[in-house]
C-alpha cells in the first residue's frame, strides 16, 4: 500500500530509466496521486496505476541515496585544500 515514505519505481512504459527509485510525498489514498521526488529533488505527479512499490531491505538507513562513488570527507578535504575535521586542542 503506497504511503508517504514509500519507495516506487515508475513502470517502464512511463519512464526511460525503470531502475529509478522515488520517494512518495503528497499521496492522496482517495484520489490514488502523489508525488514522485528523486535524489536530486526532481519529482513528478503520478497515479497508482503508473508505479511498483520497492520493498526496502531491512539494512537501509537514512541515506539510501547515497551511492559507494561519492566522495567520502577525506576526499573532499584533498580536493579543496582543507580540513572538515574539528580540532579542539
Known sequence: MLKNGSTIKFKPEYISN?????KVSQWDENRQRGWAGDENGFG??????????????EDDDENEFLHEDDPDE????????????????
Open 18 to 22: 525503470s531502475d529509478e527509485l522515488f
Open 44 to 57: 513528478w505527479y503520478f497515479s497508482a496505476n503508473q508505479v511498483v512499490e520497492v520493498e526496502e531491505d
Open 74 to 89: 577525506d576526499d573532499l578535504d584533498e580536493e579543496y585544500g582543507y580540513s572538515t575535521q574539528k580540532n579542539f586542542d
